[in-house]
């Protein structure tokens, strides 16, 4: 079959060349190879994003000397979709999981804002903390970074935050 192709590039190529000589243009040099392609070479495109892409997600960031790596490292590993794209900086401080995301100040308890409290949760569940306690913050404004989701210890079970009832 590898044959029959460089066979057919070659005929081609005899056609081709006196046609564009008589137009006075130079046709292209190739060379016929008979070497079987590679699987490399057959293979679909990797699946990995290009490494632009992961530049631009981590240039968003705001990392300092107080982010903790580990966590980021982890994040980044297990997830890759529009909840993980919201993360700007995590931070810890014992126990205490602080994720800084660039979601507005009214994404209190929305989908995204648990989601990240969860993955919060799994990561330090991981590490064999007990006493887990995480914080999804807002975006910097006037409030400074205000708690979107969080857990608050043992007795707290979920990441939505709660509000204090007033008093009647």
Known sequence: ????????????????????????EQAPVRTASIEEPTAAALAPAAQAPPPAEKTEKKAKRKESK???????????????DATHRHITDIRTTGSYLRIYTDLPETSD???????????????????GVKKRVVFVQARTGGNGNPVLANVLGPKDDDCRVTYPKPKS
């Open 109 to 127: 308890n929305s989908p995204a804002s648990l989601r990240l409290c969860e993955r919060g949760m799994r990561y330090l569940a991981e590490l």
């Open 1 to 24: 079959m590898v044959v029959g192709v460089s066979c057919l590039g070659l005929g081609v190529t005899a056609v081709v060349v006196p046609l564009l000589a008589a137009r006075g």
């Open 66 to 80: 107080y982010s903790d790596k580990e966590a980021l490292a982890y994040f980044d590993e297990r997830w890759d």
